[in-house]
Structure formats: C-alpha cells, structure tokens
C-alpha cells in the first residue's frame, strides 16, 4: 500500500510544522505542508489525505488566545469537511498549539447550550513553561498511543493547563476513557500511584486537572496533546542522551509510527 498522505496545517506563527512533517516523513507517511488559506479555498481537497494535523507553535501570535482564531477559522469554514474527513476513518492530530485549536473545534470535545465543556488556559506558573516531562498513556482505543505506557517529552507552552467545566464534566469524560496521556512524577516509587494522583510542579508543568497532557475523542481517532513528539524522534535530541543507553528513537516516533500503520 502506498504511503498515507499527511496534510500538517500551517498559520503566521506556526514553528513546529517542518519538524512535524519530517516526523511523519520518518514513519513512512507522505507529508504535505499547506497555509491554512489553501485549505480555506478548497476545503474538499482534504479529502485527498489520511491523516490531518496541526502541529505546534503561535498561530496568529496567539493574540487573542492560543489557537482561538485558527480553531475559529476551523469551525466556521472547515467543519463539513472536517466531519466528513472524520466519518471516513481517517485520523486528526493537535500538538500544543494544535491541542488548543482541536479543543476550540467541535473535534475533542463538542460544546453545548452552556459553552464550551473544556478548555486550555493560562499555566499555574504564570509563564512559559520549557521543559522535559514524564508522560504515563493509558491508550484504550487511541490510536496514536497504541503499545505505549510511559514516554519523555518536551513541553513548550504558555497556555497548557487542561481545565474541564466542572468535576462532573470532567469525571464524565475520564469514564469515557477520553484522558490517555498524563503527567507523571519523575521520582522513584511513583509507579504505584494512580492516575488521579496529584502530580505537583514542575513535573505537572502547567496544574492541569488530573495531570492531562493529553485526550482523545469517542472513537479514539482524533487526539490532541500538550507535549512535543516531533521534537524528540531522534536519541540525541534528549538532553541526557550521552549518560543513558542509546535508543534506536526518540519516544515521540511511535506515535507518527502508530497513525502511519494504522493505514498498513
């Protein structure tokens, strides 16, 4: 079978969508980079790729918000096609940025007559948060997470707390099995902790509700996330790749590996 084609979604401020297509490209996807404007003028055309991402970065600047007005633009010009694109199948991908246009798109978490269920606000911290994380995935039917338990990656975000409605909005979409990706402690012993144990700063970089990094939708083909894979596909992009034993790849290669595999 020829190679899936990616169609990763750029917009003035995007930085990661190079680093995102050589990701996909290393997996044996076929990577195309497009301006959001192409999309717009002709929506159908993405019937033409498999996978759909929106990589990393400040679209628009992040001016009024992180990712408020690509998602707008999304929602408004692009939902038809985005919906047929999602019934047929077909994979979507948010990384940091992409997470929080995902979330303000009907793709993650569709709003109701009160508003929006979830959202990405300001870190604890009050500021940008450069960092390496532990992540714990518990997969269920996320395809991007398939075979993996634990990773390292690397956080870049200013705008990365997960905040649900509420608690029961959020206990609603736990028993959904939507939160497949967390922050994890880095100490020693923290293994046999629970998922809903509190994970404190620095390793919960942003005081996200229940140490989400990370979810998908019902059907576990739309997943959205706050850590970096496209920056660590590669053993010597971690910092501590001289004082461990040498990997073959970097943790955030399966993920690309497992959307491209998905369509083998």
């Not at 084609?5 to 076929?30: K, Q």
């Not at 390496?132 to 975000?157: K, P, Y």
């Not at 100490?187 to 990094?213: H, I, K, L, W």
């Amino acid at each position: 079978m020829s190679a899936p084609r990616v169609l990763i979604l750029r917009a003035p401020g995007t930085n990661c969508d190079a680093e995102t297509a050589h990701a996909f490209s290393l997996a044996g996807g076929a990577a195309d980079r497009w301006h959001v404007n192409r999309l717009l003028e002709s929506p159908r055309r993405l019937a033409d790729f498999q996978i759909f991402c929106v990589p990393g970065g400040f679209s628009y600047g992040d001016d009024l918000s992180a990712g408020r007005i690509m998602g707008s633009q999304i929602a408004h010009h692009l939902a038809d096609a985005l919906d047929e694109f999602h019934a047929a199948d077909k994979l979507i991908l948010g990384i940091c940025n992409g997470f929080q246009v995902l979330l303000k798109t009907n793709l993650l978490a569709a709003s109701d007559d009160r508003g929006p269920l979830a959202t990405l606000t300001l870190n604890d911290s009050g500021h940008f948060e450069d960092r390496w994380v532990r992540l714990r995935a518990d997969s269920g039917n996320c395809v991007f997470l398939q075979g993996i338990e634990e990773m390292e990656l690397r956080v870049t975000h200013a705008e990365g707390k997960f905040v649900a409605r509420d608690e029961a909005e959020f206990r609603r979409m736990a028993a959904a099995g939507q939160f497949v990706l967390r922050y994890a402690p880095r100490t020693s012993g923290s293994e046999t902790q629970g998922p809903d144990a509190e994970v404190r700063y620095p390793d919960n970089p942003n005081g996200a509700m229940g140490n989400v990094a990370g979810m998908c939708d019902a059907t576990g083909r739309v997943f959205g996330l706050m850590p970096h894979p496209e920056g660590y596909i590669d053993p010597t992009q971690h910092p501590r790749w001289t004082r461990g034993p040498m990997r073959e790849a970097g943790d955030g290669l399966r993920i690309f590996q497992n959307a491209v595999r998905y369509f083998r």
